[in-house]
């Protein structure tokens, strides 16, 4: 996963959260829907805000379409790198 201009880790509403990527707005979305299929919370940063719940019609209407920081619950983090088929311990798969 890539970094970005977006912080690693941020406390939202209380809690640690941390960044799993920036990326295109589109592709964020995607990822966010296999990480609630997962059981997994996510938000979104936008260079202008935090968003919860990304209506349909919000992305149809060209809301902001550019890089977003991609964030899960600290506690959650082992659960969305699964998710995303990423190794959360860093080793290399067999």
């Known amino acids: 996963m890539t970094g970005g201009r977006f912080e690693e880790r941020v406390l939202y ?3 640690p959260w941390v960044r799993l990527d ?4 589109l592709l964020a979305e995607g990822w ?3 990480l609630a299929e997962g ?3 996510s938000v979104i940063r936008t260079p202008f805000q935090w968003v919860m719940a990304s209506p349909v019609i919000e992305i149809e209407t060209g809301g902001y379409m550019g890089d977003v920081g991609l964030y899960v619950p600290e506690v959650q983090l082992r659960e969305a790198l699964v998710l995303l088929g990423e190794d959360p ?3 290399p798969d067999p």
């Open 13 to 15: 509403q209380g809690d």
């Open 22 to 25: 920036t990326l295109p707005r």
């Open 32 to 34: 966010r829907r296999t």
């Open 39 to 41: 059981g997994v919370v």
């Open 89 to 91: 311990d860093g080793t």
